[in-house]
T-cell receptor
Framework: DAGVIQSPRHEVTEMGQEVTLRCKPISGHNSLFWYRQTMMRGLELLIYFNNNVPIDDSGMPEDRFSAKMPNASFSTLKIQPSEPRDSAVYFC????????????FGQGTRLTVV | GENVEQHPSTLSVQEGDSAVIKCTYSDSASNYFPWYKQELGKGPQLIIDIRSNVGEKKDQRIAVTLNKTAKHFSLHITETQPEDSAVYFCAATLVTSNTGKLIFGQGTTLQVKP
């Protein structure tokens, strides 16, 4: 298996633009997580899904952030409009029904908003 | 909600020495405590985990201990090698049939000097 696949690996955008990050979880995994990593705040959980359904989005910082999981093999995290303080590395992770199961992380998307 | 504190933030040891990283958690209901290693430019990878019904677990040069009464757990790396240099994260969560969001500590940057 190729593991969790995220795209793009790097994204540079101008303030105010819409940004869409993509994630393909490991086949067969039914829990998916979006994390944001910054030096100041470390790894923050933004949202997670079980069986494509959002279970907890309390970590989503603002209404500018939204996430979808239209099917078991694809998820997006969208920021609209983007701001410089959104600059961070965004990780997607998946696990086999989060019940004492390892969460596998993707390589991350480094987002820079200028 | 759960809160995880991790210490130290940086740790430098000589090759062959031991390294210890400590974490405390706030939610006494948490029952799953994984440790992740993150190398530069990569996503975190699980290296060892422990569940609340176990006090200690060992896997070759790494071991984790859990003190439920004091609500703290520790990672021990013996005979450190330069390739152990990375950022290490502890995490805690309450795993149930429907939930299991990992809350991470702030991370420890471990440097092993040859």
């Amino acid at each position: 298996d190729a593991g969790v696949i995220q795209s793009p690996r790097h994204e540079v955008t101008e303030m105010g633009q819409e940004v869409t990050l993509r994630c393909k979880p490991i086949s067969g995994h039914n829990s998916l997580f979006w994390y944001r990593q910054t030096m100041m705040r470390g790894l923050e959980l933004l949202i997670y899904f079980n069986n494509n359904v959002p279970i907890d989005d309390s970590g989503m910082p603002e209404d500018r952030f939204s996430a979808k999981m239209p099917n078991a093999s694809f998820s997006t995290l969208k920021i609209q409009p983007s701001e410089p303080r959104d600059s961070a590395v965004y990780f997607c992770a998946s696990s086999l029904r989060f019940k004492e199961s390892e969460a596998f992380f993707g390589q991350g998307t480094r987002l820079t908003v200028v | 909600g759960e809160n995880v504190e991790q210490h130290p933030s940086t740790l430098s040891v000589q090759e062959g020495d031991s390294a210890v990283i400590k974490c405390t958690y706030s939610d006494s209901a948490s029952n799953y405590f994984p440790w992740y290693k993150q190398e530069l430019g990569k996503g975190p990878q699980l290296i060892i985990d422990i569940r609340s019904n176990v006090g200690e677990k060992k896997d070759q040069r790494i071991a984790v201990t859990l003190n439920k009464t004091a609500k703290h757990f520790s990672l021990h790396i013996t005979e450190t090698q330069p390739e152990d240099s990375a950022v290490y994260f502890c995490a805690a969560t309450l795993v149930t049939s429907n939930t299991g969001k990992l809350i991470f500590g702030q991370g420890t940057t471990l440097q092993v000097k040859p």
